[in-house]
Structures are given as structure tokens and as C-alpha cells.
């Protein structure tokens, strides 16, 4: 097995691509080792001291590491926690866990502009935004402000205000008239 590496625009995470479907439909994020009960493959990640965040995609894995380690010292042990689940024969996700699809519910006098955001989300944005290692979520529509919460590479990324207002908030303003606004949210 081979798995190759990317860094992402955000300097504390980087991107294993283990060359095989990590997760069939949807994403996962594991924003902390207690948080990753439901994935023998991200439990087996946060062993590896310095871990602070993972995150699955269809196709890759972000690891996201704390300031106080290296990446030259950790993403060996990464590397090989990754070779070792998927020799195991474990599966990524056990299977009463749920994947997120990226969407929130929503009905009432706003659902055709919230169907119009989760369309050009689901379109435009994040699958840009895999490329780098991370998804947005959408989170609810009120009074012209779109709430989106950023995963993956995307979280506490120095760049990801600057993706929230020039890049998404231009691209739904410009779609669709009702939007005035993208605010991140906190999960």
C-alpha cells in the first residue's frame, strides 16, 4: 500500500491519500480523540501523540497536528497507523455510525433559497473545498445570513475567513439576491 501526501492551505494539516475509498457517501469529522469512538481508523490515528484532529473524506484523510510537534516527527507514525487499519481488515466506520452528508434540514417560506444554497454548495464549493483537504457544512438560512461550519483542513485554517467572505459569501451573493451574508458556525 501506498498512501501519498498533500499539504493544504492550512499549515497545521495535511492530506493522506491511502489510494483506496476512505468513506463511500458523506464525510466525517473527528475534531477530538473523544470524538472518534465511532472510527477504528480515527481512534488509530489519535494514538499518534500530537493529533488533535481527523477528518474523512471519500477518497482522504486530514490529520490535524498541535503547534507543539512537527510534522518530520509525526507523519511517519501517521502514515503507519493508516497501512496498519487497512491491513487489519477493520472497517473505517463502524457500522451503526453515521456520516455527515453536508446538510442541515430546513422547510418553511425559505426552503427554495435554502435548496438554491445547498445546490450551489454541494456544486461549487465542496468539492473545492475536498480538494484541500476539508468540507462546509450548511447550517441554517436566517434573514439573509448563511451559517456554514468548517471541517477537515478547513477549521481553524488562517485562510478560512477569507474563503467564507471573498470566495463563498461572493459566489451566493452573486447566485442568489436573498443572501447578504456567510457567517461561520461552531459545532
Not at 501506498?2 to 466525517?28: D, M, R, W, Y
Amino acid at each position: 500500500m501506498f498512501i501519498q501526501t498533500e499539504s493544504t492551505p492550512n499549515p497545521a494539516t495535511l492530506k493522506f491519500l491511502p489510494g483506496q475509498t476512505v468513506l463511500e457517501a458523506g464525510t466525517a469529522d473527528f475534531p477530538s480523540a473523544e470524538a472518534s469512538e465511532k472510527s477504528p481508523l480515527a481512534r488509530r490515528i489519535f494514538t499518534v501523540n500530537g493529533v488533535t484532529g481527523v477528518f474523512f473524506g471519500n477518497d482522504f484523510i486530514t490529520v490535524t497536528k498541535s503547534d507543539s510537534v512537527q510534522w518530520d516527527h509525526i507523519k511517519p507514525a501517521i502514515l503507519g497507523a493508516v497501512m496498519e487499519h487497512y491491513q487489519s481488515g477493520q472497517p473505517v466506520m463502524d457500522s451503526e455510525a453515521t456520516t455527515n452528508s453536508g446538510h442541515a434540514e430546513h422547510s418553511g417560506e425559505d426552503a427554495e433559497v435554502v435548496n438554491q444554497i445547498k445546490d450551489l454548495l454541494d456544486t461549487r464549493v465542496r468539492p473545492a473545498v475536498a480538494q484541500d483537504g476539508g468540507d462546509i457544512t450548511f447550517h441554517g438560512f436566517d434573514r439573509g445570513v448563511v451559517y456554514l461550519h468548517m471541517q477537515g483542513a478547513c477549521a481553524n485554517c488562517p485562510s478560512s475567513t477569507l474563503t467564507l467572505k471573498m470566495g463563498i459569501e461572493n459566489l451566493l451573493r452573486h447566485y442568489i439576491p436573498e443572501v447578504t451574508e456567510v457567517r461561520p458556525v461552531a459545532v
